[in-house]
Nanobody
Framework: VVLVESGGGLVHVGGSLRLSCSAAGFTFSTFGMSWYRQAPGKARELVAAITTVGGVTTYTDSVKGRFTIRRDNAKNTVYLQMNSLKTEDTAVYYC?????????WGQGTQVTVSS
């Protein structure tokens, strides 16, 4: 099983980034997919999630209206479009695939928002 995140980097306040997570080694379309983040000294938190069927999405309150999660089951990829970035969005962003009892994580990609 492999989850590979990409698209992180350094961006100024108000800018945008699109994270991608490419998956392999499991049946992607049957797993719920999520993005988490962890800032220095803080616990890992759920940012956004998308279900398998119907693509129902949920977001943490701090990113609602700014971030969009989307999945492409044909490409085994989940995306996180991040707009209007703030300094408090700075963190390592992790991709997660979950279908009980399976729980897979990527290695993370750094997002740094500078003022």
């Amino acid at each position: 099983v492999v989850l590979v995140e990409s698209g992180g980097g350094l961006v100024h306040v108000g800018g945008s980034l699109r994270l991608s997570c490419s998956a392999a080694g499991f049946t992607f379309s049957t797993f719920g997919m999520s993005w988490y983040r962890q800032a220095p000294g803080k616990a890992r938190e759920l940012v956004a999630a998308i279900t398998t069927v119907g693509g129902v999405t949920t977001y943490t309150d701090s990113v609602k209206g700014r971030f969009t999660i989307r999945r492409d089951n044909a490409k085994n990829t989940v995306y996180l479009q991040m707009n209007s970035l703030k300094t408090e969005d700075t963190a390592v962003y992790y991709c997660n695939a979950r279908r009980r009892p399976y729980d897979y994580w990527g290695q993370g990609t750094q997002v740094t928002v500078s003022s």
